[in-house]
């Protein structure tokens, strides 16, 4: 630095205390609350596995919350529950607010110290609103709240209404529904397709989505109510590996696993006519394959329509700094007007049964879906909803059985084979 | 050579104890500094290197899982259930093939790109650049678009085979296919790497030995094979060893190939033992993965065992 000539000081000091004047000026942090404005700004983390459509809810939140920004982060499905036991055990990295699905929720239910007790955050009134099962699936086991539920995954069969046609099946979704009364049916009217040999075109996705299907529609699937591993020994679970098989064996797959990018291709190009449909994946299908516009609609799934298919509670970890504003959030994220958003904008289907009765929800049809009363399949499946019991490491099951199912698919291993090294796996899930 | 600082001047110690201290200090700086100025490095090493492998050698000892904190010493039974389990092996299995199969023909294509660089060409850092950058690109994101390349229905690869009568093939699906597919993509990456490594080291060998064989008639591939290639063994031996550790290494391609799978797809065909630990540990089954992970460093040292053997058996004699 050269030395300061005495006609540059005055100009740079001045500078200087114009900015230290402007910014004393701006802060304003020692002035009273009254003006409702609170001081310090605040930062809250939002812990996602897939694009939950909270944006415009965030701006709603801001309104009220001027001071508080909300990140939101996404990881890979699986990466982002295993990531959050990490963070749970070493103590840092969680989010202030995090989504656990429902395959995943008896994993972290127990961890009641790991997480803050909404209902000491007044989210205890919640309860009036909410589904039976789906409060107390985000209840510990000595009964304190740590995650209320946004959705659930009420289930049906959506379904390609070109390739139907193209296979001489009928088109209107009441008639199609009346197709497949049961998952044998559903199969035989899979032969039937395939029969007609429509171009490039197989029955169904992958195997996988149909054997979890029918496993969620039996009274006890992969756990019982004490939390023992019986995926083994259930016999409906073996009857739905049984039919999976079947179907596998009869050249109904597409041997497509599920979102990822050959799947999207997939679903753009028609290679599978029927996919069995959670209420969230609907927005799924929209998102991955938005040319097929107008060529979808939805049927009741087969089996009776009993199973609930994923769903999500959001809970906020005690690494957050932050439980009131997180609490807050949370209740603005599953409030009864942002779940009737969410459905009609992502195909998020409610917890909260007064909803639907809402005429907004049952008289929603679903342009995508060749104006599908979406509204009403979903809330009539999800008042028919059964719900099972999910153990806490339902993830890994379903993951043994999914590739041993491949496994089959890929003519790599025979049925029989392939379900023995499916339990051996079981028995390394600790 | 040190310099010398400028001499000050010399000050009579007045009492025995004050000479004392000045030759302690004198002789603890040149003893003891050069320890100080390594220090750092010998910390960080101990922290991130030798700490973290002690400690790994602990947990593999017990049945520590991460969702509880009781921790029960079972001493080696996690190696004893290791050495009989058939996942196990089949990693191992599957890291050899996939590092064969994607070490073999990089270098040699490798050297055969040196050689083909190595003569006076115009353009030559554009050559040199280009072969280079398939090696800054994302991991990642090379992985996920061979994997649309080797997509089964839609995959470019299968639609040019499909050109000369060959079935859509199923690259994910079967384990020869889908060691093939991940191999080109190491190989995609590294070989341009090597190849300017080799061209380096071409490029120091003394161009009358080329001449003289030129005289003496030898055509262009005997000259590589007769002299080149002897004379950069050094680097042909230090490029092996990177490609053993790298290949070693291997996880981002099989755990995203297709699609994401920690169990390297449904039948393990493509899991690498770093795979195959990556599995344990996000079951958060630490014990079992730091057995592993001792297990694949007694793999390492057999195989540095294995290239020293060779190289001190050939590398004596360099010319």
């Known amino acids: 630095m050269g030395k300061l000539r005495p006609g540059r000081i005055a100009p740079m000091l001045a500078a200087a205390l114009l900015a ?145 046609k193209a296979a001489g099946l009928p088109t209107n979704r009441d008639e199609v529904s009346k ?67 079947q179907m596998l064996q009869a050249d109904e797959s597409a041997k497509l696993a599920a979102f990822s990018p050959p799947w999207n291709t997939g679903l ?20 991955a394959a938005p040319t097929t516009a107008g ?34 959030l949370i209740d603005l994220l599953t409030s009864k007007d942002n779940q009737l958003k969410l459905f009609t904008d992502a195909g998020a289907l409610p917890s909260i049964p007064a909803l639907y009765d809402d005429p907004a929800i049952t008289g929603f049809t679903n342009p995508f879906f060749n104006d599908a009363p979406t509204g009403k399949i979903f809330t009539d499946a999800a008042k028919a909803l059964k719900p099972q019991h999910v153990g806490p490491k339902a993830g890994d099951v379903l993951t043994a059985f999914g590739n041993a199912l491949q ?6 291993q025979q049925p029989d084979a392939a379900w023995q090294q499916a339990l051996q796996d079981l028995d390394r899930i600790k | 050579m040190a310099t010398r600082a400028p001499d000050r001047p010399t000050v009579v110690p007045r009492h025995r104890s004050e000479r004392f201290s000045r030759q302690l200090a004198h002789r603890l700086d040149v003893k003891a500094s050069p320890y100080a100025y390594v220090m750092p490095f010998l910390l960080v090493f101990c922290a991130f290197g030798l700490f973290p492998l002690v400690y790994t050698a602990w947990v593999s000892l017990h049945d520590w899982t991460l969702l509880s904190d009781v921790h029960k010493f079972v001493g080696l039974d996690n190696f004893a259930f290791l050495l009989g389990d058939d996942y196990f092996w089949n990693a191992t299995f599957n890291t050899v093939s996939i590092g064969l199969v994607s070490t ?35 991991v990642v994101a090379v992985v996920v678009i061979f994997s649309q390349l080797f997509g089964r229905d839609y995959g470019l690869i299968n639609w040019v085979l499909s050109w000369f009568g060959v079935g859509a093939i199923d690259w994910n699906a079967g384990t020869a296919s889908s060691h093939v597919a991940i191999s080109t993509m190491i190989m995609w990456r590294w070989t341009g790497y090597n190849a300017l490594i080799f061209l380096a080291a071409m490029q120091a060998v003394p161009r009358d030995l080329y001449e003289a064989a030129t005289i003496d008639g030898a055509s262009g591939f005997t000259q590589l094979r007769k002299i080149t290639i002897p004379m950069i063994k050094p680097t042909i031996v230090f490029v092996v060893i990177t490609s053993t550790i790298g290949a070693m290494q291997v ?12 169990t390297g797809g449904p039948d393990r065909q493509y899991q690498t033992l770093s795979l195959f630990i990556y599995e344990n540990f996000a079951k958060l089954d630490f014990g079992y993965a730091s057995a592993i992970s001792w297990m694949m460093f007694v793999f390492i040292v057999i195989a540095a065992g294995i290239n020293y053997l060779l190289t001190r058996r050939s590398g004596g004699n360099l010319t």
């Not at chain 1, 753009?268 to 998102?287: L, N, Q």
């Not at chain 1, 999500?312 to 504003?325: D, F, I, S, V, Y």
């Not at chain 2, 996880?251 to 920690?262: D, I, K, M, N, R």
């Open chain 1, 20 to 164: 230290a004047s402007v910014a004393a000026c701006g802060g304003g942090s020692d002035e009273p609350a009254a003006s409702g404005q609170p001081a310090e700004k605040i930062k809250l983390t939002v812990g996602l596995f897939s694009d939950f459509h909270f944006a415009p809810l965030y701006e709603e939140f801001k309104k009220t919350h001027p001071n508080v920004e909300i990140v939101e982060r996404r990881a890979q499905f699986n990466d982002h529950h295993k990531n959050l036991t990490t963070q749970l055990a070493t103590g840092a990295g969680a989010a202030d607010v995090v989504a656990v699905e429902a395959g995943y929720i008896a994993t972290f239910t127990p961890l009641a110290d790991k997480f803050y007790d909404l209902g000491q955050y007044g989210l205890g009134k919640r309860q009036a609103d909410y589904l039976d099962w789906k409060w107390s699936q985000g209840l510990s086991p000595d009964g304190k709240l740590l995650g209320l539920g946004t959705d659930i995954g009420g289930t049906a069969m959506c379904y390609r209404t070109d390739l139907f």
């Open chain 1, 179 to 245: 197709l497949w009364p049961t998952w044998e049916d559903y199969a035989r009217v899979g032969q039937q397709f395939m029969a007609a040999k429509v171009k490039n075109a197989k029955w169904f996705d992958g195997p996988g989505e149909n054997f979890r299907a029918m496993v969620d529609q039996a009274p006890v699937g992969f756990y019982d109510e004490q939390n023992n591993l019986v995926a083994g020994t259930n016999p409906d679970v073996k009857k739905a590996w049984d039919l999976s098989v």
């Open chain 1, 268 to 287: 753009t190009k028609g290679s599978f006519a029927t996919i069995v449909c959670p209420s969230w994946k609907t927005g799924s299908i929209k998102d």
């Open chain 1, 295 to 328: 060529k979808w609609d939805v049927a009741a799934v087969p089996g009776g329509g009993g199973g609930n298919q994923g769903g999500t509670h959001l809970m906020a970890p005690k690494q957050g700094k932050h439980p009131k504003e997180a609490a807050e």
């Open chain 1, 407 to 412: 496994r089959v698919e890929q003519g790599k």
């Open chain 2, 104 to 138: 073999v023909p990089q270098l040699l294509l490798a050297i055969w790109l040196a050689h083909l660089l190595n003569r006076p060409l115009r353009a030559q850092t554009l050559f040199r650049v280009t072969l280079l950058l398939p090696n800054v690109t994302s």
């Open chain 2, 251 to 262: 996880v981002a391609e099989p755990l995203l190939f297709g699609t994401y799978s920690p």
